[in-house]
């Protein structure tokens, strides 16, 4: 089993950036293919970004490509995701999430453990 603990949330204005961090226990946190997801109040969660085990592979939302970038420092147990030119509509509660599948899955369901999040406001 993983524990997962979200940090770095807060408010700030459009156009801003935020680094959102993910502390993983256990000693097995390079096993686990790690997500971001977020919730906005009324919708479902939605996949933010993904990362491999080794890190070598990464996925994202259309919506915000070119923008995050998700990593990870296995030697840490930590996964992040840089936030930049952030946009009112990326207004959520961020998850972090870890998968024991080997593929980077962008399904919820996917995706065995989670922590509590963090929230997440742009001001326009």
């Known amino acids: 089993q993983v524990q997962l603990v979200e940090s770095g949330g807060g408010l700030v204005q459009a156009g801003g950036s935020l680094r959102l961090s993910c502390a993983a226990s256990g000693r097995t946190f390079s096993s686990y293919t790690m997500g971001w997801f977020r919730q906005a109040p009324g919708k479902e969660h939605e996949f933010v970004a993904g990362?491999?085990?080794?890190?070598?592979?990464?996925r994202y939302a259309d919506s915000v490509k070119g923008r995050f970038t998700i990593s990870r420092d296995n030697a840490k147990n930590m996964v992040y995701l840089q936030m930049n030119s952030l946009k009112p509509e990326d207004t959520a509660a961020y998850y972090c999430?870890?998968?024991?599948?080997?593929?980077?899955?962008?399904?919820?369901?996917?995706?065995?453990?989670w922590g509590q999040g963090t929230q997440v406001t742009v001001s326009s």
């Open positions: 990362i491999s085990r080794g890190g070598l592979t990464t």
């Open positions: 999430a870890g998968s024991q599948a080997l593929a980077v899955f962008i399904t919820k369901n996917r995706y065995d453990y």
